[in-house]
T-cell receptor, first 114, second 113 residues
Framework: QQQVKQSPQSLIVQKGGISIINCAYENTAFDYFPWYQQFPGKGPALLIAIRPDVSEKKEGRFTISFNKSAKQFSLHIMDSQPGDSATYFCAATPGGQGAQKLVFGQGTRLTINP | DGGITQSPKYLFRKEGQNVTLSCEQNLNHDAMYWYRQDPGQGLRLIYYSQIVNDFQKGDIAEGYSVSREKKESFPLTVTSAQKNPTAFYLC????????????FGSGTRLTVV
């Protein structure tokens, strides 16, 4: 119930292509879904996040699509660039009072070939 | 600038020694977290604290200890009981009120020699 399943584990995309990473969850209490980007040897950094009251959120080349009924959400990277090569983590957390733990997916290692 | 500072960036430990990893934040966040990351792996929660003087075990707490005496600080001690401590350790913090995303530090890479 507390898991977030992320796929694929690794992904290779040509420069200029679209990168798509998918996540699925079971806990309907989750109400905040962030994506993190991590470069080697660095801590993850918040990339983009969405709440379930919207189906899509776009920031530059990065878009989150959210399907509440299917309990799935995905990250799309348009016009993928070599600088996007990193590990991406999806996450989810329930609402409620006080700070809540994030539940992370297992991560996707994205490689953009020039 | 507000943020989380982890130190040291690299740490070497002899077998049988305890070591303490530092984590300090000036974001005025109530909650703080410690994660372990092994090569090519995801993030595994070691300990977390939602308020000063209180903390809870995460999924892999055995061989680790923490304290939370100040809001800004959440040090992690890797004890000699931790069988395989070589890993990348990440500290994070979050606010009590939303949005609930974490801010991560830059990590400490611990190697047992």
């Amino acid at each position: 119930q507390q898991q977030v399943k992320q796929s694929p584990q690794s992904l290779i995309v040509q420069k200029g292509g679209i990168s798509i990473i998918n996540c699925a969850y079971e806990n309907t209490a989750f109400d905040y879904f962030p994506w993190y980007q991590q470069f080697p040897g660095k801590g993850p950094a918040l990339l983009i996040a969405i709440r379930p009251d919207v189906s899509e959120k776009k920031e530059g080349r990065f878009t989150i699509s959210f399907n509440k009924s299917a309990k799935q959400f995905s990250l799309h990277i348009m016009d993928s660039q070599p600088g996007d090569s990193a590990t991406y983590f999806c996450a989810a957390t329930p609402g409620g009072q006080g700070a809540q733990k994030l539940v992370f997916g297992q991560g996707t290692r994205l490689t953009i070939n020039p | 600038d507000g943020g989380i500072t982890q130190s040291p960036k690299y740490l070497f430990r002899k077998e049988g020694q305890n070591v303490t990893l530092s984590c300090e934040q000036n974001l005025n966040h109530d909650a703080m977290y410690w994660y372990r990351q092994d090569p090519g792996q995801g993030l595994r929660l070691i300990y977390y604290s939602q308020i000063v003087n209180d903390f809870q075990k995460g999924d892999i707490a055995e061989g680790y200890s923490v304290s939370r005496e100040k809001k800004e600080s959440f040090p992690l001690t890797v004890t000699s009981a931790q069988k395989n401590p070589t890993a990348f350790y990440l500290c994070a913090s979050s606010a009590r009120t939303g949005p609930y995303g974490y801010t991560f530090g830059s990590g400490t890479r611990l190697t047992v020699v």
